[in-house]
Structure formats: C-alpha cells, structure tokens
C-alpha cells in the first residue's frame, strides 16, 4: 500500500513541475524581451482562447511563428546563446517552473494512489447503461467494481464492444476519459480505490484543499 501522506510531503518539498520550452521545428530563434525571474501566463479564458506569453518567435522561410508559454510560471532559465541562431527542431530554449495548483496536486496524488484502469487501445468509452444511470443518481464513488465486472462500452470504427473490468475490487473515485473524444491506448480511464483504503485517501484530500497554498 503507497504511503499517501509520504507522498503528499514529497510535492510539499518540491511544489512545482519544470516545463521544458523546445523548438517544434527548425528555424532561427529570436527571443522575446524576457529575463530569468520574470513571470509568464498559459492560456486563458473559458475555452483557452487567450495565447499565453511569448516567449520566442521561431522564423522559417520568412514565416515567423510564436512560442508561446504552455503554463503559468517563472523562467528559471534561458538559452540565450541560441538568439539569433538557426536551431533543429526540439532545440531547448528555455526552462519554465509552474508552481503546483491543489487541483494538480489532487490529481497527481490520485494518479499514484488509486489502481487505474486503463484503455486497451484507441477508442471512445462509456459507461454501460446500469453504472451510467447510477452515477447520474448519486456519483462515481456509489459504483463498486469487481475484477471481471462488464463496466464500459469501447466504442471504435462504429464497432462497439462491452469491455469488462480488470483489478482490485473497489469504488470508483475518477473518472479520467470523456464522452465522445478518443482516448489514446494505455490511457487511464478510471482511478479505483479499495474500500479499505477509501478513508486515508479522503482524508489525504481533505488536506491538500484545506493545506494547500497556491503559489506563483
């Protein structure tokens, strides 16, 4: 059994994910006005529809292209020496810090914690009717699942097929796929907590929304 609150003191540690700024393809590098230390934004709004920061322009055959920041953060470090120059594609630029938001750190706690069950291949999934009208009444959590229970539906190419559940016995506590968008094979699907270890891990939670400290 993982040592949740072990792991909940390992990210207290080291509250923040560094993000790796790469070229997508060749071409010559001009940064923006930036320096280390300074702040930058990921995309806003409700749908995303607000570029984050600039943080370089990469040119091709006279066709500038924006760099833009995937994340909020701090720079932390900058490849100045490449301004200017004609770089290869996956070229390191720069190294963006994000500080962990609670809703990161939930998650990733979750992702370590709970057994999940994973896509076996490149599909759309749902539920089966029965576990979709049981969450609909009260939510995820009320669905108990057993290795070998018919659980989703893999729908593929108009071909759908039951697709039974395999792991330990449990409840389910996530849910990671979405209706109608295509999940990638060895995606997880769903994060399934043993009963008996239902309430460390509630209680885990509870710590992070009431401990937690947004930061940057």
């Not at 576990?131 to 009444?137: L, Q």
């Not at 979405?178 to 990638?184: G, W």
Request: proline share 7%; with cysteine.
């Amino acid at each position: 059994m993982i040592d949740i609150s072990k792991l909940l003191d390992e990210i207290k540690a080291s509250p923040y994910r560094e993000i790796v700024i790469s070229t997508p393809h060749t071409g010559v590098v001009t940064f923006a006005d930036l320096k280390v230390g300074d702040t930058v934004v990921g995309p806003q709004g409700q749908w995303k529809e607000k570029p984050g920061t600039r943080l370089a322009t990469l040119e091709r055959e006279r066709n500038p292209k924006p760099i833009l920041a995937p994340e909020k953060g701090e720079i932390c470090l900058i490849h100045s020496d490449l301004e200017g120059r004609f770089v290869e594609a996956g070229t390191p630029l720069m190294i963006l810090r994000h500080m962990l938001t609670r809703a990161e750190v939930e998650h990733a706690i979750l992702k370590k914690a709970l057994h999940l069950f994973r896509a076996p291949e490149r599909a759309k999934y749902y539920f089966i009717p029965e576990v979709e009208k049981k969450i609909r009444a009260s939510d995820a959590h009320s669905v108990q699942v057993r290795d070998g229970m018919e659980l989703l539906i893999m729908s593929r190419m108009k071909r759908e097929v039951p697709l039974n559940y395999t792991g330990p016995d449990g409840v389910i506590y996530a849910i990671y796929f979405t209706i109608n968008e295509n999940m990638d094979a060895g995606a997880p699907l769903l994060g399934v907590c043993p009963q008996d270890q239902l309430p460390a891990i509630q209680d885990v939670i509870m710590r992070v929304q009431t401990e937690w400290t947004e930061r940057g």
